[in-house]
């Protein structure tokens, strides 16, 4: 099985496809599919939040960089 065909099946999202991927998570999974969900969704909200700290130490970067050149230039203009 080629990787194309893995992904352009996993991308496709019609309710076939859905019912399909869905079967199989719950035949590996069985039991413990609530619990991996879970797991899951914890790692997402875990990734957001990581990204969203990167985002905000960038801005306050920016931000300090910024007043430093502007600050300059009200001296040099003074």
Do not use: H, Y
């Not at 079967?23 to 609530?34: E, K, M, T």
């Not at 939040?49 to 009200?74: C, F, M, P, Q, Y």
């Amino acid at each position: 099985m080629s990787g194309v065909f893995l992904f352009g099946f996993l991308g496709a999202s019609s309710p076939v496809t859905l019912i399909v991927v869905a079967a199989v998570a719950f035949l590996l999974f069985g039991n413990r599919l609530p619990q991996v969900m879970r797991s899951l969704g914890r790692s997402v909200v875990e990734f957001k939040k990581g990204v969203n700290g990167i985002e905000d130490d960038l801005d306050d970067a920016v931000r300090s960089a910024d007043k430093k050149a502007n600050t300059k230039s009200d001296e040099a203009e003074a």
